[in-house]
């Protein structure tokens, strides 16, 4: 069966400090990557997505850049992050664009 | 900008009674699919209706979608405690592209 692996579960870092979220998936291949990110009490603002390795869409002009080096790893990045990048991040693979999105725990960032 | 708007942002109804929530959308999509997230937790897919679908049942769930109005309503009856969450659309296929775009949620409170 399929499963998808996102960590950590929570993070607090420092302002203008490095990021690397990692999201892995199992049991499927070429699958459909996204990045979200989730205010508090708000929708999922779609980040980044991803059809195939090295093949990144990035939805929103920002301080984060995502890499897909390997078919089912997803990574999230900064160099330096700032006070507005806190939030719910969330990992979410498909098997295409016509299908269900599985969605990993999240990691829940806090920047201080 | 989000695709998919959900309506009410906040709901809270007594355990036993139908609850329902709207979502509206506004470019053209190839799916429409609903989402439950429990606080704190990454999102449960509940149904997809296809743009050529007017009415899917999944359970206590129902679903329509018209496409001419570009909305769609989520309908859980018999409400529960346990069905206490927040509820988001997400439009699959939009624009042809390999993306799910979620809406800002609706926030359902079962009151025993």
């Known amino acids: 069966s399929q499963t998808i692996h996102q960590w950590p579960a929570t993070l607090v870092q420092p302002v203008g400090s490095p990021l690397s979220l990692e999201c892995t998936v199992e049991?499927?291949?070429?699958?459909?990557l996204y990045w979200y990110r989730q205010a508090a009490g708000r929708g999922l603002q779609l980040l980044f997505y991803s059809v195939g390795i090295g093949q990144i869409s990035s939805e929103v002009p920002q301080n984060l850049s995502a890499s897909r080096p390997q078919d089912r790893q997803f990574i999230l990045s900064s160099k330096k992050l700032l006070l507005s990048d806190s939030g719910f991040y969330l990992c979410?693979?498909?098997?295409?664009?016509?299908?269900?999105?599985?969605f990993g725990q999240g990691t829940r960032l806090t920047v201080v | 900008s989000q695709q998919g708007e959900e309506d009410p942002q906040a709901l809270s109804i007594q355990e036993g009674e139908n609850a329902t929530m709207n979502c509206s959308y506004k470019t053209s999509i190839n799916n429409l699919q609903w989402y439950r997230q429990n606080s704190g937790r990454g999102l449960v897919h509940l149904i997809l209706i296809r743009s050529n679908e007017r009415e899917k049942h999944s359970g206590r769930l129902r679903v329509t979608l018209d496409t001419s109005k570009k909305s769609s309503s989520l309908l859980i009856t018999a409400s529960r405690a346990a069905d206490t969450a927040s509820y988001f659309c997400?439009?699959?296929?939009?624009?042809?592209?390999?993306?799910?775009?979620f809406g800002q949620g609706t926030r359902l409170t079962i009151n025993p």
């Open positions: 997400a439009g699959g296929g939009f624009q042809g592209a390999q993306k799910l775009v």
């Open positions: 979410a693979w498909s098997v295409q664009m016509n299908t269900e999105a599985f």
């Open positions: 049991g499927t291949s070429n699958p459909n």
